[in-house]
């Protein structure tokens, strides 16, 4: 007999995305084969054609809340709704690749005690296209202490979920109004193995309206309160004490991210300074991801942008252990600061990242001169000690 999946879509006032997304879900390879589909839209409170839009899927459940209730509330009333064996989730405006379940469903049913099995996906931000999460750092079976300390690739877009599990470990949190998909895996992952699967599932695109529509100072009060119930479940020995501080350093990491992203650069640089004063708390990944964002949010937003980005090039360099990751850091900062910077401006001036430069008197490896960049130049970049 084959299994079905449930796939709750939850959406409020999308419509013009949802038709793709929903013909993403459809897509998929082996349906009526390998499994049966069951699709249930959830729309939470839209007022624009997201109804028209249902009714080009005659198949498809769907639920319709006059009022908004929140993304928590929209996807519980679908999995309440809905009887597959296994359980999965698509956010109106990403999109699902045809492999999505033929590769994820397959591992579940060979194993029964494993509660999540999980993919990679394509992230598109700021014009980059980047598969997560690499290989090397997917890791399978026991993967709390990895998602609480390590870099938080685990979407609700690129898993499947045994429902057994998700009854166990209860639906998503209504009082959480964001993250709200980190805390229900936080909780799966403490109950249950997780299996990857290698290869893209799924496309993450950033959207900046929707159910999950959140102002910055919400993000970092809610994601905190959810990171803390997360390390609470850690005991108090020594590698749960290394985990939950990267768990907090890699919280400020993704502060800087999203601070520089809002153009809050004085706020991002005081949390990349915290990271900086705790070498090795965080995996110099995420680091750099930090660093990038701040600089090419810098470059496209901040005043004075060039010798905004010296002065962080300098600071990174002073403040991180060891040359080969400064110099890697000092290149990020220049290279993302690059790519940040508008189109048709001139890059212009001193564009030096020498922490010992006193306006580059030293000339030995051109560093000392005032050049001219056209945005498809490539500035090469000095030693980051100075040297």
Not at 70 to 91: C, L, M, T, W, Y
Not at 295 to 303: I, S
């Amino acid at each position: 007999m084959r299994p079905t999946v449930s796939v709750i879509v939850p959406t409020r006032n999308r419509a013009h995305l949802l038709g793709r997304a929903l013909d993403s879900v459809f897509a998929q390879e082996g349906a009526g084969e390998l499994f049966e589909l069951e699709v249930i839209v959830v729309s939470d409170g839209s007022t624009d054609d997201t109804s028209a839009v249902i009714s080009r899927y005659p198949v498809a459940g769907y639920l319709e809340y006059t009022a908004p209730r929140g993304p928590s509330a929209a996807r519980n009333a679908g999995i309440a709704a809905s009887a597959g064996a296994f359980v999965a989730f698509q956010d109106d405006d990403d999109l699902w690749l045809p492999a999505k379940l033929r590769s994820l469903i397959p591992p579940l049913l060979e194993r029964q005690d494993v509660g999540v099995a999980y993919g990679q996906y394509y992230k598109f931000e700021n014009g980059r296209r980047e598969l997560v999460p690499n290989l090397a750092h997917a890791p399978s079976g026991w993967v709390f202490r990895a998602m609480v300390g390590e870099e938080w690739h685990f979407n609700i877009l690129n898993v499947v979920i045994r429902r057994r599990a998700l009854e166990r470990v209860g639906y998503f949190d209504e009082g959480v109004a964001f993250s709200e998909d980190m805390d229900l895996l936080f909780r799966l992952a403490f109950q249950f193995p997780f299996t990857f699967v290698p290869g893209p599932v799924a496309v993450y695109r950033r959207s900046n309206s929707g159910l999950s529509s959140i102002t910055l100072r919400e993000y970092e009060e809610v994601f905190r309160t959810v990171l803390e119930r997360a390390v609470a479940r850690l005991s108090d020995g020594e590698a749960d004490a290394r985990a939950r501080e990267r768990a907090w350093a890699r919280y400020e990491a993704g502060l800087v991210s999203h601070l520089a992203w809002a153009g809050a650069f004085g706020r991002a640089h005081t949390h990349l300074r915290h990271i900086l004063a705790r070498p090795g708390a965080v995996n110099p990944r995420v680091l750099l991801s930090a660093v990038g964002a701040l600089a090419r949010g810098l470059a496209r937003k901040g005043e004075e942008p060039r010798l905004a980005l010296q002065h962080l090039s300098r600071e990174v360099a002073a403040g991180t252990a060891g040359p080969s990751l400064a110099r890697r850091l000092v290149a990020e900062v220049w290279g993302r600061g690059r790519s940040g910077w508008p189109a048709g401006r001139a890059l212009t001036g001193h564009w030096c990242s020498r922490p010992s430069c006193e306006r580059c008197s030293d000339t030995r490896s051109g560093y000392g001169r005032r050049r001219s960049w056209r945005r498809s130049s490539r500035p090469s970049f000095p030693s980051a000690t100075g040297r």
